[in-house]
């Protein structure tokens, strides 16, 4: 039996050691990070399902400081990018220099990370958009004519502002779809906001232990694909996508109503694959239809368009998703 992650003689004793240490890294977490619960589990999911997540919320919800306790807690190399109007595609993914010998020498940029965060993602132009999106894709840039392998794992962790909407380039539907995740972060509880200040008020520094290692990431990942999935939910997943396609024969009334655009392929598989990995972090050996439900949201809400009626009745495409499901 091949040794999925170190230690482990099979699948199940693998994905009851992913099981743990979900919880460890979320007990450390916790540690300095108040609240957001969802918000961890839907990153993590992505993480182990070899995705991408983008991050929706306004500014002061700890965002940055989510992904960075993230990067320590799992022992994995961090890279921020600011974007900004001005930012270039070189400055991503790096650029050609010539050194003291007159040889042109390649210098990586700060995608060359396991963890990147892409903060204010769509404060920079489509063209430097597209880069890191290719990079996303490819797992790889090429400058010069060479391509140059991004380190593994890999992750990509963008954020937005939705509320501040000039100066931005929002991005287009086709590249927001390379994004397995969008999570929306939302205020704290009232509880919640005041154990927030008492532990940012003081002088004390949160130490956190790094519970994880790029290997055991990477076992996790290919343990996760292998997990088995039933053709019902195979059958429900398709179906639950498909009924975002208001030109689809057997479209439901909410969807002819509300929706221009359905999802898309990628979000059939990006729903089983992560219904696949919240049941193994959740310490079950096969997913359900709750699984699949748990990661629609996040799966499908950046990936259909509501219509203008939608918009003028102020109808949330959560709603739409809820009523579908």
Same mark, same amino acid.
Do not use: C, W
């Given at each position: 039996m091949e040794k999925f992650v170190a230690g482990c003689q099979n699948e199940v004793e693998a994905l009851h050691l992913l099981s743990e240490r979900y919880k460890a890294v979320r007990a450390e977490i916790a540690k300095?990070?108040?609240?957001?619960?969802?918000?961890?589990?839907?990153?993590?999911?992505?993480?182990?399902? @070899?995705?991408?997540?983008? &991050?929706? /919320?306004?500014?002061?919800?700890?965002?940055? =400081?989510?992904?960075?306790?993230?990067?320590?807690?799992?022992?994995?190399?961090?890279?921020?990018?600011?974007?900004?109007?001005?930012?270039?595609?070189?400055?991503?993914?790096?650029?050609?220099?010539?050194?003291?010998? @007159?040889?042109?020498?390649? &210098?990586? /940029?700060?995608?060359?990370?396991?963890?990147? =965060?892409?903060?204010e993602i769509n404060r920079t132009p489509p063209k430097t958009q597209a880069a890191l999106l290719e990079a996303m894709q490819e797992k790889s840039v090429t400058v010069g004519g060479t391509t140059y392998r991004l380190p593994e794992p890999f992750f990509v962790l963008a954020t937005q502002n939705p509320i501040e909407q000039e100066g931005t380039y929002p991005l287009p539907e086709a590249q927001l779809d390379r994004f397995m995740f969008q999570v929306s972060l939302d205020y704290p509880r009232l509880e919640e906001e005041i154990d927030i200040v008492k532990a940012t008020t003081l002088d004390r520094e949160v130490k956190l232990s790094a519970l994880m290692t790029e290997a055991e990431i990477a076992g996790f990942q290919h343990l996760i694909r292998m997990i088995p999935v039933p053709d019902s939910l195979y059958e429900y997943a398709v179906r639950l996508v498909a009924s975002t396609r208001p030109g689809s024969g057997n479209a439901p009334e909410i969807t002819r109503r509300y929706i221009s655009w359905g999802a898309g392929p990628r979000a059939s598989q990006y729903l089983i694959i992560g219904a696949k990995c919240h049941a193994a972090l959740h310490g079950k050996l096969s997913p359900d239809k709750e699984d699949v439900k748990a990661v629609a949201l996040a799966t499908l809400r950046h990936r259909v368009v509501k219509n203008y009626k939608a918009e003028a009745e102020g109808i949330h495409i959560d709603e739409i998703l809820s009523g579908l499901m």
């Open positions: 300095r990070i108040v609240g957001q619960d969802e918000v961890v589990e839907s990153i993590l999911v992505s993480i182990f399902s @070899r995705g991408h997540a983008l &991050l929706v /919320g306004v500014p002061g919800l700890a965002k940055t =400081l989510l992904v960075q306790t993230l990067a320590q807690v799992m022992d994995l190399s961090f890279s921020r990018i600011q974007f900004t109007p001005d930012l270039m595609p070189s400055d991503i993914t790096g650029s050609e220099i010539l050194d003291h010998d @007159r040889n042109y020498k390649f &210098l990586k /940029g700060p995608v060359f990370a396991n963890m990147v =965060l892409a903060d």
